[in-house]
């Protein structure tokens, strides 16, 4: 049984211009990759990937984007919210040679994996892209870490002009890799997906979830029937290739087919 | 798959009793073929109406001890693009596919039966018994055997397709319903829909759980009331039940073709013991056959039917 926990917000960082992280001291006991389903009972219960998570303490990181999100930013310290979870697959956690590719909002769940494949004897270089500066989150939490760290923007505010596939090209250009991990938006993952040829990786999905807990049906992905809930949202190379759907459309609240 | 589980519903072979009931994976083509895979024998679309609905606001699950309360709300892509999913699972697949429909007036189920004789579905469900919906839409049509009878009637007219009438629990006196169902010409019935609804309350918050306070439950804790409505069905009509309801073990399947359901549906037991779940009961039932010396599940569907 997935309990629910209500639990109130212990602190919450400023991470961007319109990017907050929300922190509860609470023990999640979640994998990298895995996510929660969030509500304040006010209307709405939402995914959101667990970006940090430690025995007595994990972390969101919220991109403000809709009515669920706006409330949620309206929130303070000590308010109430409630949790259902940890759900779905995890990052498998190397001890080789790794990269992870984020964009945007989608970054933060790498920052949990880059710490866990730290602790696990792994080397990690990250490379992380957002449109503007501001999108660009956890360049210094990256830094601090101790990984081999580059960013960059597509309006070129940082000197570089490009996104975090360009950046992944360069790097798997100068080193081989032994395993790749992406989390962010999924045209970034399909236009990653051809350089991977020869590697192992694993790329986090987000689709429209609603039960979160496989009956549903909302987040299965064509034509294999996976759902993302349970059997993802990261899925590993094997059935990232069998995937028809990938990059061409997900579907919204009513189940209905949405290109791209 | 295997001999010993073959059966049929409505003179269709089937590979498996087991079907996967309306709501639960029927969205899209792969959900429904991963349940076939998993070995379900029949499977049920997400309940279509006439125009695509996102469902109510979530929290839309609750978990507690014996099952689960739902208010989905009825969410589906719309009878159009609902039957796109279901003529591309079947040019996949021979298994069956029950098309399930819903809608609140006469109207419109003849719109939505329509629709569905120009698919590749294979039978026709009447969704009576929505208990998410009340706000909306109000009592459920099952409630009523003059409107169960009306609407059946209407529709079995039109429908190059089997109809199944699918059922409230939530009902004084369902062989009256069940009686009307049949009377007005449907094939089958279908019961049950989910028990309720019930209400779960968040004591740190305050508030109800649920978005819309409400949900129907399913999973282990309905399954006494589901087999006492299909005996007691069962002893009045002579159609073909298709039971559901809390069916979560081998065990369970058997207990029910026993109170007199000929198929099973398998829905929240897929939380609870995964995709996989319809391999595991197919198994299971196998298992019990083995154990009681039976041959197959055919065997038991033949047993003289509990008395009273
Ligand atoms: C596995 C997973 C992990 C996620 N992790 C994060 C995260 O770490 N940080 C973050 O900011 N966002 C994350 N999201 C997206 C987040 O759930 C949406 O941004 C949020 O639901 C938007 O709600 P809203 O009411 O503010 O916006 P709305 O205006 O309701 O919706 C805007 C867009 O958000 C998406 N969305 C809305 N509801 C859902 C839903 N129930 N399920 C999936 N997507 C939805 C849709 O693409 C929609 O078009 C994740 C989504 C998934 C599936
Ligand atoms: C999440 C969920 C969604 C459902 N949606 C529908 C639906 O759209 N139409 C319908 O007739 N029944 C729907 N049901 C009811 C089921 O088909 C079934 O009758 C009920 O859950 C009892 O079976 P179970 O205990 O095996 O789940 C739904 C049930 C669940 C749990
Ligand atoms: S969200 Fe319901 S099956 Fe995944």
Do not use: W
Not at chain 1, 42 to 51: H, N, R, V
Not at chain 1, 200 to 219: P, S, T, V
Not at chain 2, 71 to 85: D, Q, R, T, V, Y
Request: overall charge neutral.
């Amino acid at each position: 049984m997935n309990k629910r926990s209500t639990i109130k917000i212990a602190r919450i960082i400023d991470e961007a211009e319109d990017i907050k992280s929300f922190v509860f001291a609470h023990d999640l006991t979640a994998k990298p990759g895995q996510f929660i389903m969030l509500t304040d009972f006010e209307g709405g219960e939402k995914p959101f990937s667990i970006a940090d998570c430690t025995s007595n303490e994990f972390m969101i990181t919220v991109k403000r984007i809709g009515e669920f999100t706006t409330r949620l930013f309206q929130k303070q310290v000590g308010d109430y919210v409630s949790v259902r979870g940890p759900f779905g697959s995890s990052f498998f956690v190397s001890d080789g040679n790794v990269l992870l590719v984020g964009g945007g909002y989608g970054t933060p769940p790498l920052y949990f994996l880059a710490k866990e494949l730290l602790q696990n004897g792994a080397k990690v270089t990250v490379v992380n892209g957002a449109k503007s500066k501001e999108d660009l989150v956890f360049c210094n939490k990256f830094r601090e870490l101790g990984v081999e760290y580059q960013n960059i923007t597509q309006l070129g505010c940082l000197g570089r002009e490009g996104t975090s596939v360009d950046l992944a090209e360069k790097a798997m250009e100068k080193q081989k890799f032994d395993h790749v991990y992406a989390a962010g938006p999924e045209m970034m993952m399909k236009a990653l997906q051809p350089l991977l040829k020869d590697l192992e990786y694993e790329f986090l999905f987000e689709r429209y979830m609603k039960c979160a807990i496989g009956i549903c049906g909302n987040c299965t992905i064509d034509p294999i029937g996976i759902r993302l809930c349970v059997e993802g949202p990261v899925l590993p190379k094997k059935l990232v290739e069998q995937l028809t759907e990938f990059g061409k459309y997900h579907r919204d609240a009513t189940g209905k087919r949405i290109e791209f | 798959m295997h001999k010993r589980l073959k059966t049929k519903f409505l003179g269709v072979e089937l590979e498996s009793p087991l079907v996967l009931p309306a709501g639960v994976m029927g969205m899209s083509f792969s959900g429904m073929d991963i349940a076939r895979i998993n070995g379900a024998g029949i499977i049920t679309s997400k309940s279509l109406t006439l125009q695509p609905r996102t469902g109510h606001k979530g929290p839309v699950i609750a978990e507690f001890e014996g099952g689960i309360l739902n208010c989905m709300g009825l969410c589906n892509p719309g009878i159009s693009n609902g039957l796109l999913e279901v003529n591309e699972f079947k040019k996949r697949s021979r298994t069956p596919v029950i098309v399930s429909v819903f809608a609140t007036n006469t109207e419109d189920f003849l719109m939505l039966a329509k629709e569905v004789n120009n698919s590749r579905g294979d039978f026709l469900e009447l969704n009576l018994s929505c208990p998410n919906v009340f706000d909306e839409f109000g009592i459920p049509l099952a409630a009523s055997k003059d409107e169960v009878f009306k609407i059946v009637k209407a529709v079995k007219e039109s429908s190059r397709l089997p109809v199944i009438a699918k059922l409230s629990p939530n009902v004084y006196n369902i062989v009256e319903i069940a009686l009307a169902a049949q009377k007005a010409g449907a094939d089958a019935l279908c019961l049950i829909n989910t028990v309720g609804p019930g209400m779960a309350i968040d004591a740190k918050m305050v508030k109800p759980v649920l978005f819309n306070k409400f949900g129907g439950l399913s999973g282990p804790c309905i399954k006494p009331i589901a087999l006492k409505l299909i005996y007691q069905t069962h002893s009045a009509v002579d159609i073909p039940i298709l039971g559901m309801g809390g069916v979560t073990y081998g065990i369970d399947a058997v207990e029910m073709l026993m109170a007199g359901a000929t198929t099973i549906g398998v829905g929240t037991a897929v939380y609870y013991r995964g995709i996989e779940v319809f391999e595991k009961i197919n198994n299971e039932i196998i298992e019990f056959l083995d154990e009681n010396g039976y041959e197959t599940v055919e065997d038991i569907l033949k047993l003289e039917k509990l008395k009273l």
